[in-house]
C-alpha cells in the first residue's frame, strides 16, 4: 500500500487529507483524522492523536478517506516514525485474521508490536553505556567491598566494558553510579574506537541425514518454488528437528528470514540451543517470559530485514517480517497454539495464510498431527510426508496396558509399575511418571461429613497444594490457607482424595529415597531458569525419575529414559468435548515416544480402569495414522470438524439468565443465515470468577459462508445496547467445547 497524495487544505475546494486511525480497544470502528501538511502518512505507521481529553498511539489503517459530512475532525498530532511499523504484508496478514476470527481491527493490528511501542515509547533500542576505569581500588575505603571488587574488574578490561556486561558479572548500576560520584570510572555512550567489534559466533554446516530423513528432507519443495504446504509425520525419535536445521541450511539465504514456531516457552532454551549450534548469532527468540527491551530489541531486528532465524512461541508468527523465506511450525498438533482469550487466533492457521501471502514453503511437523491437519493432506491441500523410523538405532517403545481394577494403589501407582521402575533404575537408566494434574490432591474431602472444598468464584473444586500449605483454583488463581481440619464439621477425618505431582513426587521419594525425584509442572518451572537447571540434571544421565504433567510430553529428548509410567489414562475416554479422543492419542503417544530415544530400548505402561477401551487397545501398536483415519471417520459420521466449519458465541454475566438470555435472541437470527445451532447451554465451567458462562455453538457446511453470518452478528450486536455487565465473544475453529 502507498501512501495517498496529500492535499493543501488551505486551497478553496480541496477537502483536507485524511487518516483512519485504528486503536488498541476493543471497538469494532475505525477514526478519522486530519493529517497536518507537514506530515505524509501511510498504512501501517504509528501516530499520536488526541482521544477524548486524552493522547493515544494509533495505527493508520488508510489514508485518503472521505469522513462524513459536516464534521470537523482533529488533526493528527505527529508520527512516531516516518516508516509503518506494520509493512504491507504484515498488514494484510493482520487485516485478514481480524475478519476470520472476528475481533477489532485495532487489537489485532496491535498483537504485532511489541509492548513498548503499544504505549507509545520511540522505535529504538536502550543505549548500553560503556563504562571504564580511571581510578585504582586503593581510593576507596577498606569496608567497600563490592565496588573495589568492581573496580578491580574494569581494570581486566582495559577499554572499559557495557553495563550490560558488568551487570551479567554480578555488579549493580547503583554501584556504577557511586564510583562515578567518587570520579574513579568514566561513563562513555558508546564504545571506545579502540575495542575491535566481537566476532558472530561461526555457523556450521547442517547436520548429517540418515537415509530415511534425506528421502523425507527431498520431498520438501525449495523455498523458491513459491507457496507449498508439507504435514512431516514423523514418529517420535525420528530427527525431525534435524530435518528442519538440514532444510534451513539448504533453502535459507544469508539475507533471508525464517521463522521456527514451537508450542511452548520451556521448549524454546532447548531448540534454541540446538538451532544456535548450526546457526550462531542469527537465531533469535521471542516469548511472553522477555522483558520489554528483549521483545523491542527483536522485534526491531525482525522489522529491519535483519537475516534472523526467529524462534517464538504462537505471537512470532506476527510479526513484521520483511524477508520471510520459510516457516515452521513444530508440534503443530498442540492446542498452545489457540489463543484462548482476546484475539482468539490460531498460531498454526495464520502461519498457514502467511506462508501463502508470502509465496514460501511451510513445513507443519507432528508425530501425531491434528486431524485437521491431516484431512488437508488426505484431501491433498497439503504434501504428507512420512518420516517413520527412529533416528540411530533407536527403536519406538513397547505400550502395553496396566489393568488397575482391584489393585492396591500407592499415590496412584500400582505395584507392577514401582516394580518396574525399580528395575530401571537399578539398571542405571531414568524413568518418566505422567500425572496430567498438578497440585498434591484435586479434592479434599471430609470422610465424615462429605464435604469438598470448592472455590467461592468457580464451579469447581480447590487444588490442595501440600508444598505450600494452600488451596487453590486453577482456573481463577482463587487462593486460601489449607487446614487441618474439615471446616464444615472439624472433623479430622479431612483428607485429600486424588493423585497430582506433589503426591506422586512423595511417594516415589519415599519408596526410592536414593534416587532424586524431579518434579517438572508448572509450579516447580516458575522460576527463570529452572526448566534449565532440571534439563542440565537429567541429561546428565545418571538414575533419577522424572514426574510431570504435559509439559514433559512435549519434544524434549531424553537419551536414558528408558520407561515411561502413565499413572492414569482414562481422563479424556468419556469427554463431552468431542476433540477429547483425539487429545487423549496425542498426549499418551507424545509422552511413550520420550522413552528408549537412545541405543537402549524403551519401555511404556499405561494404567488403565478401561483396559478393553478400543481407542486404548489400538494405542498399544502405536501407528497413529491408523487411529487418526478411525477417528476421522467418525467426525464425518457425525459431521464434526474437519467437515464443517465450527464457531461458538460465548455469552457472560453476572447471572445465568442474561446469558442465555442474549445467546436465545441470536438463536433465531443464526438459523435465517442456514446456520445450524446448537444450544444455548451452559458452559462445561459454568461460573469462572463469578462469570456465568453459557455458549452457542454454530456449525455450517460452508466456512465462507459462516463467516459471511457472524460479520452481520457482530454488527447487530454492536449496534444493541446491552445490559450492563453482559459480554459476549466468539471462538472460530474452537479447540474446546465444553
Known amino acids: 500500500m502507498t501512501a495517498s497524495p496529500q492535499r493543501n487544505p488551505g486551497l478553496a475546494g480541496i477537502p483536507p487529507a485524511t487518516a483512519r486511525i485504528a486503536l488498541n480497544r476493543p471497538l469494532r470502528r475505525l477514526f478519522d483524522y486530519q493529517i497536518p501538511n507537514n506530515l505524509k502518512l501511510e498504512p501501517g505507521q504509528r501516530v499520536r492523536i488526541p482521544f477524548g481529553r486524552q493522547s493515544a498511539t494509533g495505527l493508520v489503517v488508510d489514508t485518503g478517506v472521505t469522513p462524513p459530512e459536516g464534521i470537523r475532525l482533529k488533526p493528527v498530532q505527529s508520527a512516531h516514525e516516518p516508516w509503518p511499523a506494520l509493512p504491507q504484508e504484515t498488514f494484510r496478514l493482520l487485516s485478514w485474521a481480524a475478519d476470520y476470527y472476528q475481533?477489532?481491527?485495532?487489537?489485532?493490528?496491535?498483537?504485532?508490536?511489541?509492548?513498548?511501542?503499544?504505549?507509545?515509547?520511540?522505535?529504538?533500542?536502550?543505549?548500553?553505556?560503556?563504562?571504564?576505569a580511571n581510578g585504582v581500588p586503593e581510593a576507596l575505603p577498606a569496608n567497600a567491598h563490592r565496588q573495589k571488587s568492581l573496580l578491580t574488574w574494569l581494570h581486566k578490561h582495559p577499554s572499559g566494558a557495557p553495563a550490560s556486561a558488568i551487570v551479567a558479572a554480578g555488579y549493580t548500576q547503583s554501584q556504577l553510579r557511586t564510583l562515578l560520584q567518587k570520579e574513579l570510572v568514566t561513563q562513555l555512550n558508546e564504545a571506545p574506537s579502540t575495542v575491535e567489534p566481537t566476532e558472530s559466533a561461526p555457523e556450521l554446516p547442517g547436520p548429517n541425514l540418515s537415509a530415511a530423513q534425506q528421502v523425507a528432507a527431498d520431498q520438501i519443495p525449495s523455498a523458491e518454488s513459491g507457496f507449498s504446504a508439507s504435514l512431516l509425520y514423523g514418529i517420535t525419535g525420528s530427527g525431525k528437528t534435524e530435518l528442519y536445521l538440514h532444510y534451513l541450511k539448504r533453502e535459507l539465504g544469508p539475507s533471508s528470514q525464517g521463522l521456527v514456531l514451537v508450542p511452548e516457552i520451556n521448549l524454546t532454551p532447548q531448540t534454541v540451543a540446538r538451532f544456535r549450534h548450526y546457526f550462531g548469532d542469527r537465531i533469535v527468540v521471542w516469548h511472553s517470559a522477555l522483558n520489554d527491551s528483549q521483545r523491542l530489541t527483536t522485534w526491531l531486528k525482525v522489522r529491519r530485514g535483519e537475516p534472523v532465524i526467529l524462534i517464538g512461541t504462537r505471537s512470532a508468527v506476527l510479526l513484521p517480517f520483511t524477508h520471510l523465506k520459510t516457516i515452521i511450525v513444530d508440534e503443530e498438533h498442540d492446542s498452545s497454539y489457540k489463543q484462548g482469550e482476546g484475539f482468539r487466533y490460531s498460531g498454526r492457521d495464520v502461519a498457514v495464510y502467511r506462508a501463502h501471502l508470502n509465496q514460501c514453503p511451510i513445513i507443519l511437523g507432528s508425530a501425531t498431527p491434528s486431524l485437521e491437519s491431516y484431512h488437508n493432506a488426505l484431501s491433498g491441500k497439503y504434501r504428507l510426508i512420512r518420516l517413520e523410523e527412529r533416528a540411530g538405532n533407536a527403536q519406538p517403545p513397547a505400550i502395553s496396558l496396566l489393568d488397575i481394577r482391584s489393585r492396591p494403589l500407592e499415590g496412584g501407582l500400582s505395584r507392577p509399575a514401582l516394580q518396574a521402575i525399580e528395575r530401571c533404575l537399578s539398571a542405571g537408566q531414568q524413568a518418566l511418571v505422567f500425572v496430567n494434574r498438578r497440585g498434591f490432591a484435586p479434592v479434599m474431602m471430609c470422610f465424615d461429613c462429605g464435604h469438598m472444598v470448592e472455590c467461592p468464584r468457580c464451579d469447581t473444586r480447590l487444588t490442595y497444594h501440600r508444598r505450600d500449605r494452600a488451596m487453590r483454583c486453577h482456573h481463577c488463581d482463587y487462593q486460601t490457607a489449607a487446614t487441618e481440619t474439615c471446616p464444615k464439621c472439624q472433623s479430622d477425618a479431612f483428607k485429600p482424595v486424588g493423585q497430582g505431582t506433589e503426591r506422586t513426587e512423595d511417594i516415589l521419594t519415599a519408596q526410592f529415597p536414593d534416587t532424586p525425584v524431579v518434579r517438572v509442572d508448572r509450579d516447580s518451572t516458575q522460576r527463570k531458569g529452572s526448566i534449565q537447571s532440571i534439563l542440565k540434571q537429567v541429561n546428565t544421565g545418571k538414575p533419577c525419575i522424572l514426574v510431570g504433567t504435559q509439559m514433559l510430553a512435549k519434544g524434549h529428548d531424553f537419551p536414558n529414559v528408558t520407561l515411561v509410567v502413565v499413572v492414569n489414562a482414562d481422563g479424556g475416554l468419556f469427554s463431552v468435548d468431542f476433540r477429547a479422543p483425539e487429545q487423549l492419542i496425542q498426549t499418551l503417544l507424545q509422552v511413550s515416544g520420550r522413552a528408549g530415544r537412545g541405543e537402549k530400548s524403551g519401555k511404556v505402561l499405561v494404567q488403565t480402569c478401561h483396559s478393553d477401551h478400543p481407542i486404548l487397545s489400538s494405542l498399544c501398536d502405536g501407528h497413529y495414522l491408523t487411529l487418526a483415519d478411525q477417528l476421522l471417520a467418525e467426525r464425518e459420521e457425525n459431521q464434526l470438524p474437519p467437515f464443517r466449519a465450527m464457531a461458538i458465541f460465548r455469552g457472560e454475566a453476572d447471572t445465568m439468565e442474561?446469558?442465555?438470555?442474549?445467546?436465545?435472541?441470536?438463536?433465531?437470527k443464526v438459523r435465517t443465515y442456514g446456520i445450524e445451532a446448537w444450544g444455548p447451554l451452559p458452559a462445561l465451567i459454568a461460573r469462572r470468577a463469578d462469570r456465568h458462562r453459557a455458549q452457542l455453538v454454530l456449525c455450517c457446511d460452508n466456512r465462507k459462508q459462516l463467516n459471511h453470518a457472524l460479520g452481520h452478528l457482530c454488527q447487530e450486536l454492536d449496534q444493541q445496547k446491552l445490559p450492563a455487565g453482559l459480554r459476549w465473544m466468539i471462538d472460530v475453529d474452537p479447540q474446546e467445547t465444553g
Not at 105 to 114: D, I, K, N, V
Not at 118 to 123: D, E, N, Y
Not at 658 to 668: A, E, G, R, V
Request: one cysteine or more; aromatic letters at 8%.
Open 103 to 132: 475481533h477489532p481491527l485495532g487489537e489485532c493490528l496491535f498483537t504485532a508490536l511489541p509492548p513498548a511501542l503499544r504505549r507509545g515509547r520511540p522505535a529504538a533500542e536502550k543505549q548500553d553505556p560503556w563504562w571504564q
Open 658 to 668: 442474561k446469558s442465555l438470555q442474549l445467546l436465545d435472541t441470536l438463536k433465531p
